[in-house]
């Protein structure tokens, strides 16, 4: 096997154990006491320090990629909305088909970028192994309301060019991860789809990074999925724990990019993967496809706020041990 | 089933002809006192061991079941004195069950959310020690609320199930077991806590065959009911018809009736729990106004079939708020029923009582 294998993951991660006490003590527990992007001192530090523990914890279990880790990201994949000054945050709503729940992002004016997630990048200060992570468009407009612009496809561009602007005030980084778990849970019509299409590649032409667009919980159905197909990603992401064969039709009706993001450990289960089971999953996809991948993300299908923290750290050995196990066998 | 094993609970001085059943849906708000102790029992260099701990839920127990009898319930718990999350003490008590640690909920709220290693088994009774005591500190009937194996499933991690249909089953079984120890120990009213229903109503069917397991071997007197909080519905109506319970308990109150119409095509063949008081604000209902919510159950049922309660378990509202809602619910009963006596109330000509 030629394939590059890079260990990573698509970030949100769970805090510490002492960062949940420590920060629900400093902010409170109700709507109001949820990060408005404009946080104290005190909040700042603890957050800080949870943040090296985050990068630490990929170093050691020696990942490829390092995310930030999104531990400030409060309302999940809203986040970049929920913090912004054109936005007001509504009532608490559900988060997908999960057991969790976000404030609704009702945007009530023009967005601009704020600065908010370079800021959290320039914070880990590592090196060249970086990788952002940003809801893709389609699936942040579809967590947000729309109480300013009045139409779904001028509202997606406007949520495409926030983003876009935001990836401007970032440092240097080697990987974009676009998660878009929208593109499964609530899947566009075909005019949707094409225009979801546009607002990815409006995004990925930010940066220079190798962008990912990644999705979960199942696959993206055949139209939207041939949509995607048309952007000038550098790979897409699939969930081959939830759906593994409805994304190897895909890949093999539809085609793949040359880079391939493979959801493997699941993000959503304490069972902790073995590093040969995880690497086994990656011999049943490249068994199964006809494409010899340039390089292949091997990461968890979903993000990993879900879990305790230690099942999290051993998810990311898993990882991190898979990729290591298969170069060696290779 | 429902025809015969709701008069066991009609008090001897009950003061009408009519008798609508008045019961609570489980929690109730701890005293101050109680949560401090606990915190106490929990620091080890405290001298407030797990003795004194017990103590104090044996009296917060008695405290509760006083308080339920003095606001004239029908029948009475403990307010799940001793219990402090709905799945948290039930995984405890299983077998084949973990702690890792905390999950996030929603902002910072965690929930210890298990995770199932092994095949789950029947160890140590989970509730019979708990529903003894309350039966001899209380004068009424007790109703002993237990988290339904659908919802223990679905709030756990599953890494030893083939899938969550099979672990509800599983834990269903157990469930029945933990019923025959209470029937054993003189229970007569079950309540199945079912919360994660209301979000995935989809799987209605897996929670029928849950309740079938349930019941089995379960005598007709003892009193099965299954409360869902609020959700939409009409995705488990009329299916929910077909589940082996004498009573349905429902959270309308909340959405202000908005969904009593679901229930009324096709005929609604079980008893109906009515929720009558909100659970989730403060403001207490007058007597009047629950008197209106109690007239909203006789649209889909006749008198004979209600059950009256509050909406879900009222532990998060202050204590004397949730002693003045159940208070004022049990009034608005008595008062009803005295109307149904003098044939003051209009059923209508579809749920005129026979």
């Known amino acids: ?330 | 089933m429902s025809e015969n094993n709701r008069a066991q609970f009609r008090p001897d001085d009950h003061p009408n002809d009519h008798f609508l059943l008045t019961s609570i849906v489980g929690s109730y708000p701890k005293p101050k006192w109680l949560n401090r102790v606990s915190d106490l029992a929990d620091d080890p260099d405290s001298k407030f061991d797990e003795d004194h701990l017990h103590e104090a839920h044996d009296d917060a127990c008695r405290a509760i079941v006083d308080e339920h009898e003095r606001a004239g319930l029908d029948t009475v718990s403990d307010g799940e004195m001793r219990r402090n999350e709905m799945v948290e003490f039930f995984a405890d008590r299983i077998d084949g069950y973990e702690f890792n640690g905390p999950v996030k909920v929603w902002g910072h709220n965690y929930f210890d959310k298990p995770s199932v290693v092994d095949d789950v088994e029947y160890d140590e009774s989970w509730l019979v020690d708990e529903f003894e005591f309350t039966q001899s500190a209380a004068a009424k009937p007790v109703k002993v609320p237990i988290t339904g194996p659908y919802t223990l499933a679905s709030w756990s991690f599953n890494e030893a199930y083939d899938d969550d249909a099979e672990l509800s089953y599983a834990l269903a079984d157990l469930v029945n077991e933990e019923i025959e120890a209470l029937v054993e120990a003189g229970a007569c009213y079950i309540q199945i806590d079912e919360p994660a229903l209301a979000t995935t109503p989809d799987d209605h069917a897996i929670v029928g065959e849950c309740l079938e397991r349930i019941v089995a071997g379960v005598p007709d007197e003892v009193r099965i009911g299954l409360h869902v909080c609020y959700g939409d519905y009409s995705r488990i109506y009329p299916e929910l018809l077909e589940y082996p319970i004498d009573e349905f308990d429902v959270e309308l109150c909340n959405g202000d009736y908005e969904q009593i119409d679901v229930f009324t095509d096709p005929e609604f063949t079980t008893d109906l729990a009515l929720g009558v008081v909100d659970v989730h604000t403060t403001e207490v209902e007058t007597v009047e106004e629950i008197k209106e919510n109690i007239r909203e159950g006789f649209k889909v049922v006749p008198p004979e079939n209600l059950t009256v309660s509050p909406d879900c378990g009222v532990k998060l509202l202050p204590r004397e708020v949730a002693y003045q809602k159940i208070e004022n619910m049990v009034t608005a009963t008595r008062e009803i029923e005295a109307e149904l006596d003098a044939g003051e109330i209009d059923l209508g000509p579809e749920v005129s009582a026979d």
Do not use: C
């Not at chain 1, 962008?211 to 790979?235: F, I, N, Q, R, S």
């Not at chain 1, 959503?268 to 073995?274: A, G």
């Open chain 1, 1 to 330: 096997m030629m394939t590059e294998l890079v260990a990573t993951t698509p970030g949100l991660y769970p805090l510490p154990d002492w960062a949940k006490d420590e920060l629900a003590e400093l902010k409170g527990h109700q709507k109001g006491d949820l990060i408005g992007g404009d946080e104290g001192p005190e909040i700042t530090d603890a957050y800080d320090r949870a943040r090296t523990e985050a990068v630490d914890a990929q170093v050691d279990a020696g990942l490829d990629r390092v995310v930030e880790g999104q531990l400030r990201w409060d309302d999940m994949l809203a986040h970049p909305l929920t913090i912004n000054d054109a936005v007001e945050t509504g009532g608490i709503v559900r988060y997908y088909d999960n057991n969790n729940f976000y404030r609704d992002p009702q945007v009530r004016g023009e967005l601009t970028p704020s600065g908010d997630v370079g800021a959290e990048l320039d914070a880990v200060g590592a090196d060249g192994d970086l990788q952002a992570v940003l809801p893709g468009p389609y699936s942040l407009a579809d967590l947000a309301t729309d109480e300013h612009y009045g139409d779904d496809a001028d509202f997606l561009d406007a949520v495409a060019d926030l983003l876009a602007g935001e990836i401007d005030a970032f440092p240097a980084h080697e990987t974009l991860f676009l998660l878009e778990p929208s593109l499964v849970e609530a899947p566009p019509d075909d005019d949707t789809a094409a225009r979801a299409s546009e607002a990815i590649d409006r995004v990925a032409a930010a940066t220079d990074a190798d962008v990912v667009a990644h999705t979960y919980w199942g696959a993206v159905p055949e139209k939207p999925y041939a949509h995607l197909m048309d952007t000038d990603v550098d790979a897409i992401g699939f969930d081959f724990v939830a759906d593994a064969d409805a994304s190897l039709y895909n890949i093999n009706e539809y085609g793949t990019k040359d880079q391939i993001a493979m959801g493997l450990v699941d993000g959503q289960n304490t069972l902790v993967e073995s590093p040969e089971t995880v690497r086994d999953r990656v011999e049943w996809v490249d068994e199964r496809t006809h494409t010899d991948f340039e390089r292949a993300y091997l990461t968890s299908n979903t993000e990993l706020f879900y879990l305790p923290v230690n099942k999290f750290e051993a998810k990311l050995e898993a990882l991190g041990d898979a990729a290591a196990l298969a170069e060696v066998d290779a």
